[in-house]
């Protein structure tokens, strides 16, 4: 089945504790990013991925790093989380760069403390 | 930061009415698309717009890019209890390559 799949869906941690959340599809595509969805501001885009070893900050980078090192993976870091990056997170993908149709994961609900 | 105005944010309609929403934004946007998120899950897409003036269907779906390119509509006809959800906007800058959201309008439908 193609999907894009994420872990974990849950997670709650501690200022400062370093974080991966990581974000798998199968379904070859080129086109990578992740999402936070906070209530009343709908999704905005934290980094995106072209291809692999290409990476570019979205919208709302700050205090989140990524990598691309293969085509289906594509993580997402928080070296120092902090109680503002309480929200949930969405990995999404798409065949191309320039096909914005873009499938996402089920999300994950990070709470930090 | 935000540069899509969805309106409204949300709505509360009986089950057979017609539902109506809509982005717009002062920048020129290449692509608009539709997503539709139900609860617990990721968004999923509803309908891509590619040309301005496009309009384009999917079932009791209808969606339309503006002539400006600034702006796009969403509308649903015949509300059923499954239609209800988030929905958002989305597009993709003219010179740009990262995709923004709207905030998303919440769709209530009372049986």
């Known amino acids: 089945e193609a999907q894009v799949t994420q872990n974990p869906r849950y997670l709650i941690t501690v200022t400062g504790k370093k974080l991966t959340v990581t974000c798998s599809q199968n379904?070859?595509?080129?086109?990578m990013s992740w999402y936070r969805q906070d209530p009343g501001l709908g999704l905005r885009q934290i980094y995106y991925?072209?291809?692999?070893?290409?990476?570019d900050k979205g919208d709302v980078p700050e205090g989140y790093k990524v990598s691309r090192k293969e085509k289906r993976n594509f993580p997402l870091i928080l070296e120092s989380p902090s109680p503002n990056q309480t929200s949930l997170y969405f990995c999404?993908?798409?065949?191309?760069?320039?096909?914005?149709?873009?499938?996402f994961g089920p999300g994950t609900r990070l709470t930090v403390t | 930061g935000q540069q899509l105005n969805q309106s409204p944010q949300s709505m509360f309609i009986q089950e057979g009415e017609d539902v109506s929403m809509n982005c717009t934004s002062s920048?020129?946007?290449?692509?608009w698309l539709w997503y539709k998120q139900d609860p617990g899950e990721g968004p999923v897409l509803l309908i891509a717009l590619y040309k301005a003036g496009e309009l384009t269907s999917n079932g009791r779906l209808t969606a339309q890019f503006g002539i400006t390119r600034k702006d796009s509509f969403l509308n649903i006809s015949a509300s059923i209890p499954s239609d209800v959800g988030i929905y958002f906007c989305a597009g993709q800058l003219e010179g740009a390559n990262d995709m923004r959201f709207g905030a998303g309008t919440r769709l209530t439908v009372k049986p």
């Open positions: 920048s020129i946007f290449n692509t």
């Open positions: 379904m070859n595509h080129e086109y």
């Open positions: 991925s072209m291809n692999v070893e290409v990476t």
């Open positions: 999404a993908s798409s065949l191309f760069p320039s096909s914005y149709e873009q499938y």
